[in-house]
T-cell receptor, first 112, second 115 residues
């Protein structure tokens, strides 16, 4: 069974304090790994797609990386507006077309 | 502006009543999806549709039904057979191709409360 585990469940940072969120996955064959940001009471907002080990993508203060077993979302010098739940999801070869399997999310709080 | 709309934002129903959640997209995407989100849990797939007049069950389809009569619309009915219907429901769409899988874009969600 495909599994996605995110850690930590919650992370509290001071403004400017860089850190990383982890997404570990156990799948039969990774087709793609997706990162989303979700604000309270809203739908997830797409951030990145990673397809192969070694791939990296950046957007403002966020950088996503991928290995064969996990992905990291690095947050550099975070600001209070970066506070949100960050979701990781995987897509697997040979399963229902388009299906995403999500982790439970990491709740990030950045204090000023 | 292109996007996905869901209505209503909040929905309240009595136990035993069926309720239909609306999802419309103007992104010209072929594929559409319904997810359910419960506190502390990841999103779980209810139903998905790759093309008009075709849809498949996801991981937790029991107690739900869908239709896909138009490319733009993918309504979800929560029936009285769904044992725990109170949740946050999210609709998504994507434009998958044969060589890559486009990301899914989500609507704002509908929070359903059944008492």
């Amino acid at each position: 069974e495909d599994q996605v585990t995110q850690s930590p469940e919650a992370l509290r940072l001071q403004e400017g304090e860089s850190s990383s969120l982890n997404c570990s996955y156990t799948v039969s064959g990774l087709r793609g790994l997706f990162w989303y940001r979700q604000d309270p009471g809203k739908g997830p907002e797409f951030l990145f797609t990673l397809y192969s080990a070694g791939e990296e993508k950046e957007k403002e203060r966020l950088k996503a990386t991928l290995t064969k077993k996990e992905s990291f979302l690095h947050i550099t010098a975070p600001k209070p507006e970066d506070s949100a739940t960050y979701l990781c999801a995987v897509q697997v070869w040979g399963t229902s077309y388009g299906k995403l399997t999500f982790g439970q999310g990491t709740i990030l709080t950045v204090h000023p | 502006d292109g996007g996905i709309t869901q209505s209503p934002k909040y929905l309240f129903r009595k136990e035993g009543q069926n309720v239909t959640l609306s999802c419309e997209q103007n992104l010209n995407h072929d594929a559409m999806y319904w997810y359910r989100q419960d506190p502390g849990q990841g999103l779980r797939l209810i139903y998905y549709s790759q093309i008009v007049n075709d849809f498949q069950k996801g991981d937790i389809a029991e107690g739900y039904s869908v239709s896909r009569e138009k490319k733009e619309s993918f309504p979800l009915t929560v029936t009285s057979a769904q044992k725990n219907p109170t949740a946050f429901y999210l609709c998504a769409s994507s434009r998958p191709t044969s060589t890559s899988q486009d990301e899914q874009y989500f609507g704002p969600g509908t929070r359903l409360t059944v008492t």
